[in-house]
C-alpha cells in the first residue's frame, strides 16, 4: 500500500508540475503577442493592422486549444489512451470500464491535439512570412519571390500534415479503438506516419522561412553590430527547430514512454513558436523603451540640444505639432541627441557647420542675427531621390549648380507671416563610408526633412527601415517632415499631359498614411522640376 501511495503522489506531484509549466507558457506567450499588438497598434492603428498580425491570433486561438487538451489528458483523460497497452491489458478492459472509457477520450484528444497543433504552427509560419512581404514591400521581385515560395510552401506542407493525420488510420473510429490493437498508425500519441509527416513538414519550412531574410539583412546598409542582433532575433527559430526534434526523437525511440515526454516538449515548440514569430515586433518596442529609460545613462558624451528660442514646431498654430509622438511644448524641453562623438569631431563638424553658414551670410550671432533665429534642417533620403536638386532650386532657383555641392550647407534669409528667419540647409550623401559624417550633421539640428521619390518605391521602403530607425537611435524627440519629390514624373507625362498609369508609383494616400503611422509632422508633395511646392515645403520648415 505505502509503495503505491508513494507512487500516486509521485504522479500527482508530476502533473501538479506539467498544470503549471503548460499555464505558465501560456500566460508568457498570450502576452507578448498583446505586447506585438500594442506595438503595432501604436504605429498604425487598428484600421491599419495587416494580415501578419490577424494570423497570430489565429495562432493564440489554436494555441489555446491546445493548452487547454494539454490539461485535459492529466486531468480529465488521466494520462491514459490507446498506445502502451499489452494485448492482456486491453483484453481485461471492458467498455464499461472507467479506465477504458478514460482511455478513449484520451486518444480523441491526441487526435484533436495533433489537429490544433498544425493549424497553430502553420498560422504562425504564414504570419511569419507576411511579416517578411511588408518588410519588402517596395523592392525587386527577386526579394518577394522566396517570400511567395515560401507561402506556396507552408501551404503545401500544412495540406500534408493535416491530410496525413485525417487519412493515416482508416476506418477513422479506430484511433480512440481500445480492443483489439488497431496498429501504430491509428495510436495518434505515436503514430509513426503523422510524426514523420510532422518531422518533415516542420524541419522544412522552418529552416526555409529563417533563411528567408539572412541574405537581405547581410547585403543591407545596417551597422554589423545590428546585422548580428538582428539575425539573433530572425534565427530564434532555430529553437522551435530544436523543440521539433526532441519531440519526435523520444517517441521513436521510446514508443512506450516518449509520448509523455514527446507532450510536454510538444507544448513547449508552441510556446517558443507564438514568442519567436513576435520576436521583431516585441524586440522593436523593448529597445525604444529601454532607450527611454537608459539612453542618456550610458552616454559617455553626449550633449543635450535646445531649439532656438524662436522656433517653433513644425505645422505652426501656436508651437503645435503635427506629430503623434510629439512631447511637450516645442521650446519648453530640450531635445536630445542620442549621438556619440569624440569631442573632436564635435569640434570639426561645428566649425564645418558655422563656416558654411557664415559663408552664405548667415550670422551666427549679434545684433543682425534674425529674431525668429536660426533653423537648421538636415534633408535626408536616399541617393537619387533629388534632395540636391530640390534644395538648389529652392536656393538658387536652378535645377542645376555646378558650385552647389553635396554634404555643403547654405543659409536662406526668409519671412515666415512677418516674421524673419535664417533657415540653414545641411545636404548629405548616402552610402556605407560617409554614414558616420553624415551622422555629424545630427547634432543641432532642428528639424529633419527626409524625402522620398515618388516614382521609386525602394527609396519609399527605406524612409520607414532605414532612415526613420536611424533617426529614432539618434534624434527621438526632433520632429521631422516626410517629403515626396519628382510629382512631375509620377503626375505627368513628357508631353505634360495627365499621367493615367500610375502602376507602382506612390501616391499622395500612400505617402500621408506612411506620415501618420510614423509620426511625421505632416506630409508634403514636391517638384523641383516645375517648382510646385518648393517654397510651400521651405516655410513649412520655418514655421509661423
Known amino acids: 500500500m505505502s509503495t503505491d501511495s508513494a507512487a500516486d503522489e509521485a504522479a500527482q506531484a508530476a502533473l501538479y508540475k506539467s498544470t503549471v509549466e503548460h499555464w505558465t507558457l501560456y500566460a508568457i506567450g498570450v502576452t507578448v503577442t498583446l505586447l506585438r499588438t500594442y506595438s503595432r497598434v501604436r504605429a498604425v492603428g487598428f484600421r491599419h493592422l495587416q494580415a501578419e498580425d490577424l494570423l497570430v491570433w489565429v495562432g493564440i486561438v489554436f494555441y489555446t486549444a491546445q493548452t487547454a487538451l494539454a490539461y485535459s489528458v492529466g486531468h480529465v483523460a488521466h494520462g491514459l489512451a490507446n498506445n502502451g497497452l499489452t494485448d492482456a491489458q486491453r483484453a481485461a478492459l471492458s467498455p464499461d470500464d472507467p479506465e477504458y472509457r478514460a482511455a478513449v477520450i484520451g486518444s480523441k484528444i491526441q487526435v484533436a491535439g495533433w489537429t490544433t497543433y498544425s493549424v497553430l504552427m502553420w498560422s504562425l509560419k504564414l504570419s511569419m512570412l507576411a511579416f517578411y512581404l511588408r518588410l519588402t514591400d517596395g523592392l525587386g521581385q527577386r526579394y518577394r519571390n522566396p517570400i511567395y515560395v515560401g507561402f506556396a510552401l507552408v501551404i503545401g506542407t500544412f495540406l500534408v500534415s493535416i491530410i496525413t493525420i485525417f487519412a493515416a488510420c482508416r476506418p477513422f473510429h479506430k484511433y480512440w479503438q481500445i480492443n483489439p490493437d488497431p496498429g501504430n498508425a491509428c495510436q495518434a500519441a505515436i503514430s509513426r506516419p503523422i510524426i514523420w509527416a510532422s518531422f518533415a513538414t516542420n524541419v522544412s519550412t522552418d529552416i526555409y522561412i529563417i533563411l528567408i531574410p539572412i541574405p537581405m539583412l547581410w547585403k543591407s546598409r545596417l551597422k554589423l553590430m545590428k546585422k548580428i542582433a538582428a539575425t539573433v532575433v530572425f534565427g530564434a527559430g532555430l529553437f522551435v527547430l530544436v523543440c521539433a526534434i526532441l519531440k519526435s526523437v523520444f517517441v521513436l525511440v521510446d514508443p512506450v514512454d516518449g509520448a509523455q515526454l514527446a507532450g510536454e516538449w510538444g507544448t513547449r515548440e508552441a510556446f517558443v513558436a507564438v514568442v519567436t514569430t513576435n520576436l521583431p515586433m516585441v524586440f522593436h518596442l523593448f529597445r525604444s523603451w529601454l532607450s527611454r529609460l537608459f539612453g542618456t545613462a550610458f552616454g559617455s558624451s553626449q550633449k543635450t540640444y535646445k531649439f532656438p528660442s524662436g522656433f517653433q514646431t513644425i505645422g505652426g498654430g501656436a508651437g503645435e505639432s503635427f506629430s503623434r509622438n510629439r512631447r511637450g511644448p516645442p521650446t519648453a524641453h530640450p531635445v536630445s541627441a542620442n549621438l556619440t562623438f569624440s569631442e573632436s569631431e564635435e569640434r570639426i563638424v561645428d566649425d564645418v557647420k558655422m563656416n558654411n553658414l557664415e559663408a552664405f551670410g548667415a550670422p551666427s550671432s549679434g545684433p543682425d542675427h534674425p529674431p525668429g533665429g536660426i533653423v537648421v534642417c538636415v534633408l535626408l533620403g536616399d541617393n537619387g531621390v533629388g534632395k540636391t536638386t530640390l534644395l538648389t532650386r529652392y536656393v538658387t532657383n536652378q535645377l542645376c549648380n555646378p558650385d552647389f555641392q553635396v554634404f555643403d550647407n547654405c543659409a536662406v534669409d526668409v519671412s515666415v507671416d512677418g516674421r524673419p528667419y535664417s533657415l540653414g540647409f545641411w545636404d548629405t550623401w548616402n552610402d556605407d563610408e560617409r554614414n558616420r559624417i553624415r551622422r ?68 499622395r494616400q500612400e505617402g500621408e498614411r506612411m506620415a501618420r503611422k510614423l509620426g511625421s509632422a505632416t506630409y508634403m508633395e514636391c517638384s523641383a522640376q516645375n517648382q510646385f511646392n518648393v517654397k510651400e515645403l521651405f516655410h513649412e520648415v520655418g514655421g509661423s
Do not use: M
Open 440 to 507: 555629424l550633421s545630427y547634432p543641432n539640428t532642428d528639424v529633419f526633412l527626409i524625402c522620398f521619390s515618388v516614382v521609386n518605391r525602394q527609396s519609399f521602403s527605406s524612409v520607414e527601415y532605414y532612415w526613420c530607425d536611424e533617426l529614432r537611435s539618434c534624434c527621438s524627440g526632433v520632429p521631422w517632415l516626410l517629403v515626396g519629390t519628382q510629382i512631375d514624373a509620377r503626375d505627368y507625362n513628357s508631353g505634360l499631359q495627365v499621367r493615367k498609369d500610375r502602376r507602382g508609383h506612390v501616391t
